[in-house]
């Protein structure tokens, strides 16, 4: 069961017992005043464990007055020139402490060891990279449904794709000899110039060949042209693979989100990765 997502005032938030939290997606600076006491009414009612909060940092000091902390910032994520604050206030003990620090520790430390050294992936002749279509949501479904037994939001779900395919998301495939392989996505906030790199996925028959670092590459070149200024990521915390990907690729590291997504079949911390496009 997918959690809910829904509007407050201009405002979007996901909420349920999926992810056991209220997610502030979108602020709109007309809600600023009412939201975060919305959504803590909310969170309580329905005895969540965290509320997190993606907001433009002029707003993190009347979050931090009702006691938010920031866990990661992003720089110039609002059309290049406001930061972001990714903001948490925990409502248990337990959500609020990382279960494995020192594992989390040692994949962002491979990881940030390995910044700025880019990967060169070619494909071989059987194989192609391009934008999905319609047509594919359900070759997509299939593969997001076999890599993790639980995600955020169904992606598992063919119609649930299309309809993301239709509003703001751009997917990207690997085929190999027809066969779709691999697959990611841009979510992009055009009103604001930001894009999230997320979705990926590769067959587990065919990992380790590089996919991920060329999707990447591909998501930003069509990024750029569409004159998106800053990319970034929450990629599991736990994740060698993915967050290598994005410290190899000139993400820098903006900070960790605790215990914060319910993905691969349990909630989990979360790293944060940015870049100037």
Known sequence: MSDQ???????????????????????????????????????????????????PSSAKDYFQELGHVEE????????????????????????????????????????LSKFDRSKEVKLEDDEECSICDESEVREMAEIYASVFSSYPFPIQVPEYLLSTMQENLVYFGIR??????????CEMDVDNSNVEMTDFATLPEYRGRGYSYYLLTKMEEKMCEMGIKTAYTIARAKSYGMNTVFSRNSYSYAGTLVNNTNISGSIESMNIWHKKL
């Open 5 to 55: 997502v829904l509007k407050i005032g201009k405002s979007v938030i996901q909420h349920g017992p999926f992810n056991d939290r209220v997610y502030l997606m979108k602020l709109s600076p007309h809600d600023y005043g009412e939201v975060p006491l919305e959504i803590e009414k909310m969170a309580k009612s329905c005895d969540y464990s965290k509320i997190f909060s993606k907001i």
């Open 72 to 111: 990661a910032t992003v720089p110039g994520m609002y059309n290049g020139t406001e930061d972001a604050s990714f903001m948490a206030k925990f409502l248990s003990t337990e959500r609020e402490n990382e279960k494995d620090p020192a594992e989390l520790k040692e994949v962002l430390d491979t990881a």
């Open 176 to 185: 190999k000899a027809g066969k779709l392989i691999a697959v990611s996505s």
